[in-house]
């Protein structure tokens, strides 16, 4: 489970829209906990994506837009790490958009994604944001769905 506040929520969901038709991203930091991890503060980053960062990875993504693909770029990672270190926090999740999509992960999060983080995906549909839904992957390198839970 992940717990987030309505603001939390709504910093994803405003990030999505101003970005839309483009996928937007972001880290999530918080607390990790027995029960669950806990957010503290949303981060919305640039979608690094580009053709470069796909060549990177397959041949057969290099054609993919940030319509459909996203990415953090390495330096940002770092910068949220040392930032969650020193407020002894963890980077816990990252959260993106699906443009007329969704909020269900595709073949590509699954592949990009790491183990013991968060993956909430916000639908977008005609640049509004709908659903919101929470991932994370089991050990089998699955993702399975995850509870979303308000804090105030």
């Known amino acids: 489970m992940i717990r987030l506040s309505i603001e939390h ?3 994803i969901r ?11 991203c972001g880290i999530i930091l918080g607390y990790l906990a027995s029960e669950g991890k806990t957010t503290v503060e949303v981060m919305p980053t640039e979608n690094a994506w580009n053709t470069e960062a796909g060549a990177e990875f397959s041949s057969e993504r290099t054609v993919e837009s940030k319509k459909r693909q996203y990415a953090i770029a390495p330096e940002v990672m770092l910068q949220a790490q040392k930032q969650a270190r020193d407020r002894s926090l ?5 959260f993106h958009s699906h443009p007329d999509h969704p909020a269900i992960p595709s073949e590509c999060d699954r592949l990009y994604a790491w183990q013991g983080y968060s993956y909430i995906i916000v639908s977008v549909q005609n640049g509004k944001a709908t659903q919101v839904r929470s991932w994370s992957l089991d050990d089998t390198h699955q993702f399975q769905a995850e509870a979303i839970e308000n804090i105030t």
């Open 9 to 11: 929520l709504e910093t």
């Open 90 to 94: 963890n980077i816990i999740g990252i």
């Open 14 to 24: 405003s990030h999505a829209e101003n970005i839309y038709p483009e996928e937007c």
